[in-house]
């Protein structure tokens, strides 16, 4: 089923549609589905061919809640894909994973990386151009965001979830909002969870608490798998994030300059776990615009002040 939306907030509306509920996995699954945002001039009553041959950058939304809880219906929040699409220059798709309490690690970074292949490989039918695929998470969104961006191309992450193994679940571009980076790094710096407990959801997510499992815990901490050649990130994260240390985005942040890749850290003073609404407008379209349409400047690193949100 096709649902339209238009927006008419402070420039003209820009029709999309979404065709939701699609199986990437071809599992039955509802946690192995995807929301797809299509512009009404590629999309039609027939679910949505690509008559036109345009093709557009594809933005990925994955959502957050510990990898035990939310859904890929957060992507529809006004200010994430909606505020994406109203460009008129980019695709959306929002995605489901399987929770930990259903399946846990490496289960996860398989479903994101068979959605990823999924898109990839009918992206000729829905006019996403393959070769500029963001993903932009929030939370444990923005881990499983930074896991895709940091293992293009390791075989060992790639599973065999869907009928698209031959497809690439390379993304190129990465939105990061305060995802953690490093699990077994997460207890050395304030916070209302104790992480390494057994019943953090960190240690969840792992099935034992991660102190007791260091391999996976490395294997599924973003930081370990950063190597030179990869692509683009912009990192989001409160300084009084009481969830997720701000240490996780420094850390990576600082590891990816090593390394010679592009990354940017966006800071805000007295911010929790949670970012302002216009930072969309402010700094995630611009730095789209630039990776994939060369326009506009790269994005420095900022410290922002905000007293409320």
Known sequence: MLSCISLSADDKAIPFKIIPDINYANSGNPRQTLDLYLSTKI???????NTEKQVLPLVIWVHGGGWQNGSKLSGKKPSRLPRILKTGRYLG?????????????PAQIHDCKA????????????????NKIAVWGSSAGGHLASMLGNTNGVEELEGNTGDFLKSKSDVHAVINFYGPSA???????????????????????LGEAIVEVPYLARQASPLHHVKKGGPPFIHF?????????????????????????ESCLISVQ??????PENFTFKFVIPFLDYVFYGKGNPINDQEIIIDKY
Do not use: C, F
């Open 43 to 49: 999309a039609d009553s027939n679910h949505s061919i």
């Open 93 to 105: 798709a929002s995605i489901n994973y399987r929770l930990s309490g259903e399946s846990i690690w």
């Open 115 to 130: 959605a990823v292949r999924w898109l990839s490989a009918n992206a000729s039918k829905y006019g996403i151009n393959k």
């Open 183 to 205: 699990l077994l790094q997460m207890d050395e710096y304030p916070s209302k969870i104790k992480h390494n407990s057994k019943n953090s959801p960190e240690s969840r997510l």
């Open 237 to 261: 994260h409160g300084k009084l994030d009481a969830l997720v240390p701000y240490h996780q985005s420094l850390t990576l942040h600082k590891k990816m300059r090593s390394k010679r890749n």
């Open 270 to 275: 007295k911010g929790t776990h949670n970012m």
